[in-house]
Structures are given as structure tokens and as C-alpha cells.
């Protein structure tokens, strides 16, 4: 699904204390496609996906998503979007303690219609001889994993990635990176990935540069850097 942005602004706080995150964010991503937010920290990364995932609202400017415009839409009607379209990674894994690692992507699979094979999914993602381990029995890669099946097994068209590698050491985080590439290529989902590491960059179809709250850059690669080529 591509995804046009179109003069986002956000601000928090008010008064003395505004402080004006996003200052008239425009772009556009492709269907199918990797796009990097590149950015130090607090250049507004973050909340722009998610304010794209409709966690958050913008203040001014309108997000369109395929054909359906997010502040038209109703909260119901929203909430049912992020079901069906949206899947979402978050550098903290966020899984149920008490559950397995099956149980966890199971999560995923009740708000979709057409979940993807669970079998087939645990194979990809390398979880098949872990799949009733409970989380504190996994390392911070299997339990990433497991959060991007949960993610994934609903077929989302957009999947939003918010410093997925942030909590990883470097092996761990190509690991990740490789999977997400293989979800892309695989699956054909939109893949929006937030982060700080310059070198994730060449990965990506496109590569938007943020800072202070606005887009400084915004490149298309010709090819991209296969995750095992890349270095930092």
C-alpha cells in the first residue's frame, strides 16, 4: 500500500511549554517497498510512525493510506484499519509473559481474517523448535522474532518498525534486519522502519532523512545493500 504524507505538523505540551515535534512533514512511500526514518534522537522519527500506525493524531496535514485518508475515518472504522493493515515492531518486545511463543503470534492471528500458516511462519521466522517456550526462556533475538510474527501472521499491507535492532548486539540485529528484508520480499508489505544507524540506509528503497522535526532528505536507492553486506 503506498502511503502519501502531506504537511504534518505535531506538537506537545502548550503555552511556554509547546514544543513543536513534526514541522510540515511531506512524502511519500511506494507499495512494496523499505523506507528508512533516519535520524538522531528526538528529530521526530518516532512520532511519525506513529502517528502513520494512527497511535497518534497529527495536529495539521492528513496521512493517506492506499485511498483512505486517517482523519476521515471514524475511531471505529480507524481501529479496525490498524487490525486488518498495520502491523507494528517495537524495539521492547511487548509479548504476553504467560503465553508461549506460539500462543504470542496466535495474538496476531485472531485480528485477521486470512492469517498466514502458522506452521509455515514459525519456519521463517526460526522459531519451530521453540514454539512452547515461554518468553524468559528465549534470547532478545528469538523474542524479537517472535514479535515480528505476531506482527506479520495477520498479512499486514504496512509494517511499521520502530528501532526493531535498539536492544540487540550486532550479530542478533543482522539476524532481524535479514528476516524483515525476507518479510518484504516474501510477503510484498510496505516496510517503514525507524532508526538512528546510518548504515541501515543502504537496505532500503527509500531513505528519509529527519531532523529538528523536518525532512532534511529524501533519496531513493538504486539497488539495495543485501543486510549480510552491510557494516557499522
Known sequence: MQLKLDNIHKSFG????????LKGISCTIESGSICVL??????????????????????EGSITIGEEILAEMSEKKLSLYRRKHLGYVFQAYNLVPDLTVKENIEVGAYLSDHPMAMDDLLHMLGLWEHQDKMPNQLSGGQQQRTSIGRAIIKQPDILLCDEPTGALDY????????????????????VVMVTHNDALRLMADQVIRLRDGAVRSDSKNASRTPVDALEW
Open 14 to 21: 502548550s503555552g511556554e511549554n509547546k514544543n513543536e515535534v
Open 38 to 59: 533516519l535520524g538522531p534522537s528526538g528529530s521526530g522519527k518516532s512520532t511519525l510512525l506513529n502517528i502513520i500506525g494512527g497511535i497518534e493524531t497529527a495536529d
Open 171 to 190: 550479530k542478533t540485529s543482522k539476524d532481524i534486519l535479514n528476516l524483515i528484508e525476507l518479510v518484504n520480499r516474501t510477503c510484498g508489505n510496505t
